[in-house]
């Protein structure tokens, strides 16, 4: 079973940056794609970003899109997301997660999640 690890998250003021990142355990993370996710208390956790195997595909909620760059390292067994711009809504605690192209999207079928890492944004 793949575990994940976030960090990165604390406070910004809003139109500030963080840069999140995604550790993965195993060996399973360059054959799959990737996603983070976020969720505020009360609300179905949701897809922000994903990022194919390959680094070839790419998907952003409209939220975040221009906003919002996931990247990967393959080699690292890595996932990170590059937040600029942010905004009070984006306030969350973020999760990451990999699966097949349709999983990530769809946010089921999906590995155990991780901790998560909390972001705030707020002046």
């Known amino acids: 079973q793949v575990q994940f690890v976030e960090s990165g998250g604390g406070l910004v003021q809003p139109g500030g940056s963080l840069t999140l990142s995604c550790t993965a355990s195993?060996?399973?993370?360059?054959?799959?794609?990737v996603g983070w996710y976020r969720q505020v208390p009360g609300k179905q956790r949701e897809l922000v970003a994903a990022?194919?195997?390959?680094?070839?595909?790419?998907s952003y909620s409209d939220p975040v899109k221009g906003r919002f760059t996931i990247s990967r390292d393959n080699a690292k067994s890595t996932a990170q997301l590059q937040m600029n711009n942010l905004k009070p809504e984006d306030t969350a605690v973020y999760y990451c997660?990999?699966?097949?192209?349709?999983?990530?999207?769809?946010?089921?079928?999906?590995?155990?999640w991780g901790q998560g890492t909390q972001v705030t944004v707020s002046s």
């Open positions: 990022l194919s195997n390959g680094g070839r595909a790419e």
């Open positions: 997660n990999i699966g097949l192209w349709e999983e990530v999207l769809g946010g089921n079928g999906l590995d155990s």
């Open positions: 195993g060996s399973l993370f360059r054959f799959k794609a």
